[in-house]
DNA sequence: AAAATAAAAGAGTTTTTTGTCTTTTATTGC
DNA sequence: GCAATAAAAGACAAAAAACTCTTTTATTTT
């Protein structure tokens, strides 16, 4: 559904998010720790949400990640546009090189379907929501 | 959402139940073309498809590849099991290993419901299923 | 200013997926 | 039996995705 770094780049989001919910920075290997995913590869991920400005970082002892208030409020949406690009939102679910009203895969109805519902649900998800589940052990980051 | 591979296999059977309807069957030249795929790789696809007894082929003159009966009947969902396994059907949707109830990832409750109307549609539906709306031309294999 | 910290950047490597080419085997029609 | 046809099989090759390692840059603390 979505590629490993776009799952991973989700996880990790939504441990900074809660990590730094009352303020301060956590570092890429917490982050690391955190979603239990190797620590260069993760680096590389943020560090491209944070040219794209989806995350906040600094650098230096007191540095790391962190999430302003808008960023907190992104959708999951966001960041799988960001990564992945919009292919999950728009693609054709067989492949044709452009999903079309007008030149329709045998399952272009059905797959819209469900790719909308599927696209609604991560638009009206933000990735700052998470918190409270996370703290109630109700919700896991990581095996 | 689905490997290459996948979509290819799917475009590929549609189109064998497609040209097959009243007998006879289809070279695998004829599949890459109707479905604009690199010849040798279909050709992969459906002999691992032939293994499995998801396509019936035959060797020499004549030859080719076609669907019995109950091949015509198999669903969608069954050639996705049988090229990309079930992850789809059954994988956290944020790449932790295992998806569970106890264990559940934060979008495991939202995602999960998409992931089985996914999965209820492609069960439903049959691979023999497409040919009138492809004769209508109201649906294509190809761009 | 120097040392320590932590992200940024860049240059790999490995693995998986996707795609190609060649040879072999089975079947048919003559 | 022989030539033609078409899939099966196997070995490669290219591209993309996933992952690693090393060096640089910015910041803070002492
Ligand atoms: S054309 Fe295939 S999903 Fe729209
Ligand atoms: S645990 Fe992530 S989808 Fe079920």
Chains 1, 2 share one sequence.
Not at 72 to 88: C, E, H, K, N
Not at 129 to 140: I, V
Request: with cysteine.
């Amino acid at each position: 559904m979505f590629s490993k770094t776009c799952e991973y780049a989700i996880r990790a989001v939504i441990f900074i998010a809660q990590q730094t919910r009352e303020g301060g920075r956590v570092s890429i290997k917490d982050v690391a720790r955190g979603i239990n995913s190797p620590e260069h590869f993760i680096a590389k991920i943020l560090q491209e949400l944070s040219r794209k400005g989806l995350v906040q970082s600094a650098k230096g002892p007191t540095g790391g990640f962190y999430l302003d208030h808008a960023s907190l409020q992104q959708s999951l949406a966001d960041f799988v546009r960001a990564i992945d690009g919009d292919r999950v939102f728009s693609g054709c679910g067989l492949g044709l090189k452009q999903c079309s009203e007008s030149h329709p895969c045998p399952i272009h109805h059905q797959f819209k379907s469900i790719r909308n519902q599927l696209m609604v649900m991560l638009e009206s998800t933000q990735i700052g929501g998470f918190t409270r589940e996370l703290e109630a052990k109700m919700a896991f980051l990581k095996q």
